[in-house]
C-alpha cells in the first residue's frame, strides 16, 4: 500500500470517528468503543487522533458536549437538566462542573453573561442592514446527499477554501458536477462559543450517484424536514451577523423551536466571478 492510500484510509477512519462523536453525544463513549470503530489500535487511536484534532480524544468530546450545551441554553427552551442529558451528563453537578470549567460561569447564567445576547444594539427591525431579511420562506426539504471536505479553523481563514477546492476537484474526477450543482457549506459551531481555532466547517457538493468515502473526501446525508429559509445578501464575512439576527431577533417572535439539526448555507452564485456585494447565499435553519 503506497502513502497515498494510507493516507486516505486515515481520513476516512477518522472522520467515521468524529461523526459517530456528533451523532452520540447523549451516550457513553470510552477510547477502546471509537478505537474499534476507527480499524485503529486503542495504542495508537489517540495518538493518531490527537494529532489531527491538536486536542486530545477526551477534550474534544468534553468539549463538544459543553458548547453543544451552550448552544441549546442561547437558542432553545429546554430546561438545563434536559440540556445536560441531551449531551451526555446523567449527574447535574458534573454538568455543572465540566461547564462552569469551560465558560466561567455556571450554565443558570450564561444567558445573561453572554455578552454577544446582551450588547448587540444592531439587532432591531429598524436598525438592521437592508442585507438582512427577517422574513423567511418556510420551506419543507428534501435529504440530500452529499461529499464533503471538513476543515478546522476560522471560517475566514485558507483552510475553508482548500476544502472547496479538494472537493471540487474530486466532484469533478468523478463527473459529479450537473447544470444545476448544489453548493452547500455546514459551520458546525458557533464563533461566540467555540475559539477560533477549533471551528467546524464542512464544503459540501450534492450528489446524485453512490459515491463511496475516500481519504478526505466524506460522504453523509443533510436530513431534510422543515427549514426558515433566509436570504443573505453580501460578503460571506458578514455570515454572523445574519446569524445574530435570526437567532436573537426572529426566532424568539417567531413561534417556532430549533429543530437538533445543523443549518446550512446554499450558495446560489460563485465567489469567483462575483462581487462580494453581490454574493446571495441562502441560510437554511432547521425548526418544528
Known amino acids: 500500500m503506497n502513502k497515498e492510500e494510507t493516507t486516505k484510509i486515515y481520513y476516512e477512519r477518522i472522520n467515521k470517528v468524529i461523526a459517530y462523536i456528533s451523532s452520540h453525544l447523549d451516550e457513553e463513549m470510552d477510547l477502546n468503543q471509537l478505537a474499534e470503530i476507527s480499524c485503529f489500535s486503542p495504542f495508537h487511536f489517540h495518538r493518531i487522533i490527537r494529532a489531527h484534532l491538536n486536542e486530545s480524544l477526551g477534550s474534544y468530546i468534553v468539549r463538544t458536549r459543553i458548547e453543544t450545551a451552550a448552544s441549546l ?27 462552569q470549567k469551560r465558560f466561567a460561569c455556571p450554565p443558570t447564567e450564561f444567558k445573561e453573561r453572554h455578552t454577544n445576547f446582551n450588547q448587540i444594539n444592531y439587532l432591531t427591525m429598524t436598525t438592521l442592514s437592508e442585507n438582512i431579511k427577517l422574513k423567511p420562506s418556510i ?45 452547500i457549506g ?9 475559539d477560533s481555532e477549533k471551528l467546524r466547517y464542512e464544503a459540501c457538493i450534492v450528489i446524485s450517484k453512490d459515491i463511496k468515502p475516500e481519504g478526505e473526501i466524506g ?16 460578503p460571506y464575512e458578514n455570515f454572523q451577523q445574519t446569524y445574530d439576527a435570526i437567532y436573537k431577533k426572529w426566532l424568539p417572535e417567531s413561534g417556532y423551536e430549533l429543530n437538533e439539526q445543523p443549518c446550512f448555507e446554499l450558495y446560489l452564485n460563485e465567489p469567483k466571478k462575483t462581487k462580494p456585494e453581490n454574493l446571495k447565499t441562502e441560510i437554511y435553519i432547521p425548526i418544528v
Open 73 to 99: 441554553i442561547l437558542y432553545s427552551n429546554l430546561q438545563i437538566n434536559e440540556i445536560a442529558l441531551r449531551v451526555g451528563y446523567e449527574i447535574p453537578s458534573s454538568f455543572n462542573k465540566a461547564f
Open 139 to 183: 420551506k419543507m426539504v428534501k435529504t440530500k446527499k452529499v461529499i464533503f471536505v471538513q476543515s478546522i479553523g476560522s471560517y475566514s481563514d485558507e483552510g475553508t477554501g482548500k476544502a472547496w477546492d479538494k472537493v471540487c476537484e474530486f466532484a469533478q474526477a468523478k463527473k459529479l458536477f450537473g447544470w444545476k450543482t448544489e453548493f
Open 186 to 194: 455546514i459551520s458546525h459551531d458557533d464563533p461566540s462559543i467555540t
Open 219 to 234: 460522504v453523509k446525508e443533510i436530513v431534510g424536514g422543515k427549514y426558515a429559509v433566509f436570504m443573505h445578501k453580501g
